[in-house]
């Protein structure tokens, strides 16, 4: 059977596992287990992490990776994903999608003979969280236990790719968001199912307490850009700043995918300030993609 990486529910019984393997990693020991392997990358949306990360995780580990834009492959002239999927398993090992749709996510695995990973699409960011809890446990030193509050969008990817990772890591979570931005029920459902700790909520003057995590990511992601203005309206209040971050456990740190809009949800002092783990974070998603190799490949 081939392991595919559509949603933070395929590496519920591996998480620990990845995340360790992902800080053996970054020590410096791996082998080239990929060597001779290539990875077809599929974009139908911008990515500077993402990409880079894969490329340069394949090529650390011996394998090498083709970027392809959806305007430059057939794809993007109405070739179907079911012929999609199935010509790229004549010639890759493993393909990254990046993609608007869950839905063409899917259908992308269920015709691909090859592992698929989800390179984010609306639904789900499955391996940036798994960088995202990598970085929790090399900062805490432990992931059991801690409490993370988000803030913003509660109905984007990371919202809900953080709600899965955060049940099935024993991170308490709190998403404060709009009612109108709230999580979608799936994934709430999910969480709990997971025996996560979820609790939902508007902005409030306590809402960072006791926070050891404190996250938030962008108003308009990929793809809402036509509800631009609606929603940097919906979101006044939700801005991640100091007096956000003061009522946080003094050690808390902030934490952000990127890329970040300074001034909508995180003001640059916090993003940029002595809390900060951003930079290290997005480090973190080369050695999680190695991981993430490693746990399909190995
Ligand atoms: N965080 C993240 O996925 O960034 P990119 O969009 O640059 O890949
Ligand atoms: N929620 C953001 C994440 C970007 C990495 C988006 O989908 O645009």
Not at 109 to 118: F, G, M, R, T
Not at 158 to 177: D, R
Not at 224 to 238: L, N, S, T, V
Request: hydrophobic share 40%; charged share 30%.
């Amino acid at each position: 059977m081939k392991k595919d990486l559509i949603s933070m529910l395929d590496v519920k019984d591996d998480l620990e596992k990845i995340i360790d393997d992902a800080i053996e990693m970054k020590k410096g020991n791996y082998s080239q287990f990929m060597k001779g392997k290539v990875m077809a990358m599929i974009f139908e949306k911008s990515s500077t992490r993402t990409r880079v990360s894969f490329e340069v995780a394949m090529q650390k580990l011996g394998g090498h990776a083709i970027f392809l834009s959806k305007n430059d492959i057939q794809l993007g002239r109405g070739e179907t994903i079911e012929d999609t999927a199935k010509v790229l398993s004549r010639y890759v090992d493993v393909i990254m999608y990046r993609a608007f749709s869950h839905e063409n996510m899917k259908e992308l695995a269920k015709h691909a003979s090859i592992p698929v990973i989800n390179g984010l699409d609306n639904e789900e960011h499955p391996c940036q969280v798994i960088a995202d809890l990598m970085t929790i446990k090399e900062k805490k030193g432990k992931l059991k236990g801690l409490k993370l509050v988000y803030f913003g969008d509660g109905d984007n990817n990371m919202a809900h790719s953080l709600l899965l990772g955060c049940a099935i890591a024993g991170i308490k979570i709190k998403i404060v968001s709009p009612r109108k931005y709230w999580p979608k029920e799936y994934y709430v459902n999910k969480a709990r199912e997971l025996g996560g700790e979820v609790e939902i909520e508007e902005i409030n003057e306590n809402a960072s307490k006791d926070a050891d995590i404190i996250v938030t990511d962008t108003w308009v992601s990929m793809g809402d850009e036509a509800e631009k203005e609606e929603r940097i309206k919906a979101f006044q209040g939700y801005t991640v700043d100091e007096s956000i971050m003061a009522k946080a456990r003094p050690d808390a740190i902030f934490m952000h995918c990127l890329p970040a809009y300074y001034g909508y949800e995180v003001a640059k002092e916090v993003a940029h300030g002595p809390q900060s783990v951003i930079f290290d974070e997005a480090e973190n998603r080369l050695w999680a993609q190695m991981a993430i190799l490693k746990w399909i490949f190995e």
